[in-house]
């Protein structure tokens, strides 16, 4: 195997959803690892995989939706680990979640939970990621059956089991989510998390008394139906991924299926909503 890479400096406008998007498509194309920083992030390929012609298959690369630009340049040997450890800093919740990775010291909060992203989505640092902590920490999950839809690292299910859910699904589309998040939940110590890969096609039949989706809104507005066909009454659905402006053309489709806009958490401009069904 080749010891010299290729790394792409990517620069990207609005960081997110830009971020997680191309990152997503740049993983099925061959690209191995992934840094973010505060202008985008650099993703790695071996020498012998790339091309001149690899984002020709990069769809987020086409459209004029996102503004980005990257520069490319060889380098040799990256150690992953002390990349991954220089770039990755620990969070903390409104003083009761801690989420960090093994490296790091414990805090020793109500709630700690430990990963390793990889190259998966959700370390708790997106501001979707860290409302929908919120939500999950003001919600009694004791016994309740819990869906975490869009699952990333496993985060929001391993959150919602150490608050007494049981059991819970976690799906996510992407393959190295599914991976991470498998790895996550044994880490964790978690025993009643099943994790699927795939979409919500998955959900057919399936009853839950809480859905957690935290992904993009246009993948929101197309399964909405189904996330409100999978709740049993009085179920709450918690959403995120998209902005404050955002919410009027969610809340149009959820009113079609008697799900009530209950709250709403704002941060930096994203928002996570909480709806109750009647």
Known sequence: MSNTYIAYNFTVSPLQPTTEILIAELGYVGFESFVENENGFIAYIQKEDDSETILNEIYVLQGDEFEISYTKEEIEQVNWNSEWEKNFNPIQVDDLVSIRAPFHPNPNLKYDIVIEPKMSFGTGHHETTHMMVQHILKLDLQGKKVLDMGCGT???????????????????????????????????????????????????????????????????LNDIKIYADCLNDNGVLLLSGFYEEDIPIIDVETSKYSLKLEEFIERNNWVALKYLKS
């Open 154 to 220: 496993g985060i929001l299910a391993i959150l919602a089991e150490m608050k007494g859910a049981n059991p819970l699904d976690a799906i996510d589309i992407d393959a190295w989510c599914y991976e991470n998040s498998l790895e996550n939940v044994e880490r964790n110590n978690c025993k009643h998390i099943s994790v699927c890969e795939g979409d919500a096609s998955l959900l057919i039949n399936k009853k839950y008394d809480v859905i957690i989706a935290n992904i993009n809104r246009n993948i929101l």
